[in-house]
Structures are given as structure tokens and as C-alpha cells.
T-cell receptor, first 113, second 116 residues
Framework: DQQVKQNSPSLSVQEGRISILNCDYT??????FLWYKKYPAEGPTFLIS?????DKNEDGRFTVFLNKSAKHLSLHIVPSQPGDSAVYFC????????????FGKGTKLTVNP | EPEVTQTPSHQVTQMGQEVILRCVPI?????FYWYRQILGQKVEFLVS????????KSEIFDDQFSVERPDGSNFTLKIRSTKLEDSAMYFC??????????????FGPGTRLTVL
């Protein structure tokens, strides 16, 4: 069941540069998308979300872009900092129906000083 | 800042034993969830709970699993007879509702369950 896919298991960027994490989904019923950050031995920490009525949402260094026609979203982190090094999960739900979050497998981001 | 807490952080049990995992959701949240992550795999939904009843459950959540909100603060997940394949990180989450929509879910730190 690959309704939410993160095809890059890892990404390495230099401090100060942009990190772009990608996510694809297949279920047309999804209308709410979230990004979570996870450090080892901790739970997922909510970062940013976007509703399907928008195509962009920004919060400080984090911006999420949604392309509904391509069923694709991306998380941009600018500028990247070493403390951003973590596993990033994309998640989706159908807010009008099920509340459950469907997660991707995650992308491990390493920001090098 | 309010947070979801979970106890214990690590539980080791023998196959066939019952375990209860405990969670204290954020105090003004009304929606509660359990998820699990088997090592190396995705975070998977188990069950959602609202207004003292299960609102949705996955096919993983079979008769061996149950949830309860025994008082005004705790939310528990019970596994009646643990199997080796129940070994995983179990995450509790909670969320609020505004403007008719359920908001983002906030996760606890997890309980690592090891079944021997």
C-alpha cells in the first residue's frame, strides 16, 4: 500500500543551502498534507501542513508546495541548518472522511556544516 | 508548551503476555490515536478514538487490541496476548478540532515494545 511515497531515502545538503524534500501521493481523496520531523528515539514532530485549497504554505524557513494535478508536494527548508538533520515524513489524510494519517517512508536529511 | 506523554518508554514482555501502553494526550484535545512503527517500516495507523468510542481502526487492530480512556486524562492501548510481530514503536497522538476540521496530530515520544 504505497498511497504516500517518498522516493528519496536520504538527502545531504550544505549548511545555508536549500533542502528540498519530495512526496507523491496516489489517493485523490487526500485533501490535507503534513510534514513531520523525527529524531531518533523521539516521536514525529509536526512541522507544517497544507490544505488542498492552497498551493503554498510558509512558516519561517519552511515552505510546503502542493501540486494537485501532479499529486506531488515538496518541503523547502531555507536556509538549512545542522539542527535540521532528521528524518522527514510526509503524511496525508482525507479530512472530510477518515482522520487517519497515511505516512510515507521518510527521507533522512543530513545538513553538513 | 503542551505535549503528549507516553509511559513506559520501553516495555519488554514475553510472547503471550498482556501489555498496556499509556498515553496522556494534550489536555484540550478530543481526538486520540495510536500508530506503530515496526523497525525499518512506515508509521502505520492503528486506531482513532473520539467521544469515548473507536471512530476508525485499521486491519492491524484486531481482537487482540483494545483502547480505553479510563479517566479524563489517560488513553491506553492494550494488547491481550502479545506476538513476536507486535514488537514495534507505538506512538500516541492527539488533535483538536477548529472550524469543523480536525487539526494536525501531535505525537508522543513513543513506547518501544519488545516481545521475546
Amino acid at each position: 500500500d504505497q498511497q504516500v511515497k517518498q522516493n528519496s531515502p536520504s538527502l545531504s545538503v550544505q549548511e545555508g543551502r536549500i533542502s528540498i524534500l519530495n512526496c507523491d501521493y496516489t489517493n485523490s481523496m487526500f485533501d490535507y498534507f503534513l510534514w513531520y520531523k523525527k529524531y531518533p528515539a523521539e516521536g514525529p514532530t509536526f512541522l507544517i501542513s497544507i490544505s488542498s485549497i492552497k498551493d503554498k504554505n510558509e512558516d519561517g524557513r519552511f515552505t510546503v508546495f502542493l501540486n494537485k494535478s501532479a499529486k506531488h508536494l515538496s518541503l523547502h527548508i531555507v536556509p538549512s541548518q545542522p539542527g535540521d538533520s532528521a528524518v522527514y515524513f510526509c503524511a496525508a489524510s482525507a479530512r472530510g472522511g477518515s482522520e487517519k494519517l497515511v505516512f510515507g517512508k521518510g527521507t533522512k536529511l543530513t545538513v553538513n556544516p | 508548551e503542551p505535549e503528549v506523554t507516553q509511559t513506559p518508554s520501553h516495555q519488554v514482555t514475553q510472547m503471550g503476555q498482556e501489555v498496556i501502553l499509556r498515553c496522556v494526550p494534550i489536555s484540550n484535545h478530543l481526538y486520540f490515536y495510536w500508530y506503530r512503527q515496526i523497525l525499518g517500516q512506515k508509521v502505520e495507523f492503528l486506531v482513532s478514538f473520539y467521544n469515548n468510542e473507536i471512530s476508525e481502526k485499521s486491519e492491524i487492530f484486531d481482537d487482540q487490541f483494545s483502547v480505553e480512556r479510563p479517566d479524563g486524562s489517560n488513553f491506553t492501548l492494550k494488547i491481550r496476548s502479545t506476538k513476536l510481530e507486535d514488537s514495534a514503536m507505538y506512538f500516541c497522538a492527539s488533535s483538536a478540532m477548529t472550524s469543523g476540521y480536525i487539526n494536525e496530530q501531535f505525537f508522543g515520544p513513543g513506547t518501544r515494545l519488545t516481545v521475546l
